[in-house]
């Protein structure tokens, strides 16, 4: 055996951010015990996106975070995009009171109910919200609906280290993998170079085409969408799942495609979000990441291409994990394939090209888009939705 695959047997996955995969749970008698503790102490409700971030957390998803900021890892972050200790790290990861806790442990109750886990106390501290919106979201209305959700928590925050000791219920069960699961699915599959594509959509050509121009030069795609807390008017998530599982099926290797739910919920963070996509696949083994127009962005709030920008604002490697980016694509009739604007010289005429409102009002209506704009399982998904809401 020579010493290229004596080494192939090793991990060459990429190391977790801040070089060790975070586990803030813990399990059968200690659970328990916890459990049992925990009734015993004032508790905190979260709110959705506070137990999303919990149980990302516990994971290692957000490794190297251990439990909500405290007030210096607070501070980097939002004015310098790094934690205290100097690890990059692009949003707050933070837990809201509404009165300072009494005691040095408190439990926390996710927001269905049901406790869940028991934070250290470390500092409790007053957050300026609004500088905070300023910095990360770029913006201080409260229309924005990111800035809304943080103004909404209050400005009284409490961090600490954190033990869970129930994990919630996912919300698609047989789409979830810790970032322990899917790094030991891509080892299981020699995997070593593996690009995260992050969406909360459904998948149309044009995203096909991205991430199979990205799957071109790595190992394997681990698809990865969003299935956490987003505003009203995005598309179900159980729809969407639906969507991807019509279209891998039918149009993905299946020995180079990995399916399963991100758990996070969307700030709409736009540029810094990202940044924080990238770091969290990173955890779950990607070393690439596509980041595309307009990245978690919201209404008119970014510039388009300000989610690429912003990772010139870490030293080379300072991140690790590679991120792609991609433009607009579209199919060039004349071209005759899928094409950018980087790639096709024709002019937009000779494009197809359909407005997000256009689509929705043929999906509305019973009729397929054209071809070239989404593979007709997928339409037929969403024309089913329609036809049902
Ligand atoms: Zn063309």
Known sequence: MSAADTARGASHLIDPHGGVLIDRTVSGSEAAALAEQAAGLPSVRLTEKQTADLDMIASGA????????????????????????????????TLSVESAPAGDRIALEGFEGGLLAVLDVEEVFEADRENEAAKVYRTTEEAHPGVAQIYAEGGLLVGGKVTVFQRPEPAFPKLHMDPADTRAAFEERGWTRVVGFQTRNPVHRAHEYIQKCALETVDGLLLHPLVGKTKGDDVPAEVRVQ????????YYPADRTLLSAFPAAMRYAGPREAVWHAICRKNYGCSHFIVGRDHAGVGSYYGTY??????????????????MFFDHTFFCR????????????????HHVFLSGTKVREMLGNGEMPPPEFSRAEVAQVLIEAYRQS
């Open 306 to 323: 300000d989610a690429h920008h912003i990772f010139d604002e870490f030293e080379p490697h300072e991140l690790d994990i590679e991120p």
């Open 334 to 349: 004349t071209c005759g394939n899928m094409a950018s604007n980087k790639t096709c010289p024709h002019p937009s005429d």
């Open 243 to 250: 969507c991807y599982e019509v279209l891998l099926e039918n």
């Open 62 to 93: 957000l490794s190297p975070l251990t439990g909500f900021m405290n007030q210096a890892d607070y501070t980097a972050v939002v004015e310098g995009m790094h934690l205290d200790n100097g690890v990059p790290w692009a949003l707050p990861v």
